[in-house]
């Protein structure tokens, strides 16, 4: 049987909560399919995230432009996982954020309507949401832990450990500039860093 | 001829608009001696183009809110250019190699003062691109092809929405090219000349 890409956000999202079948049928229906082209900006700061992206393909980044030249990245996503610049989405705010793929991207999105009218109406869905949020969270403050804390090297070896597939599919200096280190920094640690 | 899924029309056209907001964002790390310096004889500072798009959004932003404001059109599955509206687009749009084909000489009522404000003409420009994201997508719920807006050149020449929507960000783009080239010039011969920033004064 083949697999469908709701069946891949099934498999997600029963990882994190299972739904019971008529909340699910209600849930998928929400998320419609988008397929973009490298370097498109899904979202620009200043705008409010108007959705929520479930990745099927490709690599995504948030960044944060400071007026003094320099570029912060924030976040990457990649396939399975949720996508789509989480606190704007949430609080309807604009975003200080872009959001652009970094490959040629496939997605899941529902709308921020669709959404709010899942969570009004199903107690288990509004369940779900909260756990995706809550471990969203989770991980946010965990990497502020680490951006504070750890070493370069730590740092390093923390990116590697958890994504080991990234340095293929990102640029090195977005990946630098996530941990928050200069790229001649973030070369020598791939030089001589034995993982 | 030229008929597109309205939808994908509407996409193209935000992320190109995102596009150019993140170029804006580039632009307002750059001092505004570099924004208002003319790249030479007759030709516009960064500034004077900004101010030259404004110019067209202040009237298109208008207009296109007004109508759609209250509009009793219903969305349609295809765009199909109008002719003048596909000419228009044409001309304006780049090459696929990111350069501008024809020059243009911009009309009387379009063109920008001498020295106008770098800072205030970034900020109004980055307004006018998230009003037309905002416009693109309440425009998901509209016709496309049923909804005329009357041009700059004469109220009684229209273009049909998508094909003014596609003319506004193909221009757009025009002169996001012009900015780029005059940026490298100018940061080029400060780099020569080795010039001090107060040297820029007259």
């Not at chain 2, 970034?122 to 909804?147: P, T, V």
Request: with cysteine; proline share 4%.
């Amino acid at each position: 049987m083949q697999v469908t890409d709701k069946d891949i956000l099934k498999n997600f999202t029963d990882a994190l909560l299972p739904l019971p079948e008529t909340d699910w049928q209600a849930f998928s229906a929400g998320w419609q399919e988008l397929t973009v082209k490298r370097k498109t900006v899904l979202t620009a700061a200043g705008e409010t995230e108007r959705y929520l992206y479930f990745v099927l393909e490709g690599v995504q980044r948030a960044f944060y432009l400071a007026d003094d030249h320099r570029e912060a990245t924030i976040v990457f996503t990649y396939a399975p996982s949720f996508s789509g610049v989480a606190d704007s989405f949430l609080t309807q705010t604009p975003s200080p954020f872009f959001l652009e793929t970094i490959t040629a991207s496939r997605f899941l999105r529902i709308s921020h309507d669709c959404y709010k009218q899942l969570i009004l109406e199903s107690r288990p869905i509004n369940d779900l949401f909260f756990k995706a949020t809550s471990l969203a969270l989770q991980g946010a403050l965990l990497r502020h832990i680490e951006l504070q804390c750890y070493t370069n090297e730590e740092k390093f070896r923390t990116l590697l450990k958890r994504s080991p597939h990234i340095l293929q599919i990102v640029p090195h200096k977005y990946l630098a500039s996530y941990l928050g280190m200069d790229a001649t920094n973030f070369s020598k640690l791939i030089n001589t860093v034995r993982l | 001829m030229n008929r597109i899924n309205s939808n994908v029309l509407i996409s193209r056209l935000q992320s190109d608009i995102r596009e150019i907001i993140l170029l804006c964002h580039d632009l307002r790390q750059q001092p505004a001696y570099i924004l208002e310096r003319m790249p030479g004889a007759e030709r516009w500072s960064v500034a004077q183009v900004l101010e030259h798009l404004n110019i067209y959004a202040r009237y298109y932003g208008g207009v296109i809110e007004n109508k759609l404001h209250l509009h009793q059109t219903t969305a349609a599955d295809n765009f199909t250019s109008g002719w003048l509206g596909n000419y228009f687009t044409r001309i304006m749009e780049p090459g696929e190699d990111g350069t501008v084909k024809r020059k243009m000489k911009s009309p009387a009522n379009a063109r920008p003062r001498t020295k106008p404000d770098s800072g205030e003409m970034l900020s109004e420009f980055l307004q006018h691109q998230h009003q037309l994201l905002n416009l693109l997508e309440i425009s998901r719920h509209a016709d496309l092809n049923k909804i005329r807006v009357p041009t700059t050149l004469h109220s009684f020449i229209k273009l049909k929405l998508g094909d003014t929507f596609s003319f506004l960000v193909a221009h757009e783009k025009r002169h996001f090219i012009q900015i780029l080239a005059s940026l490298r010039e100018i940061k080029a011969e400060k780099f020569d000349q080795s010039m001090e920033p107060s040297g820029h004064a007259l």
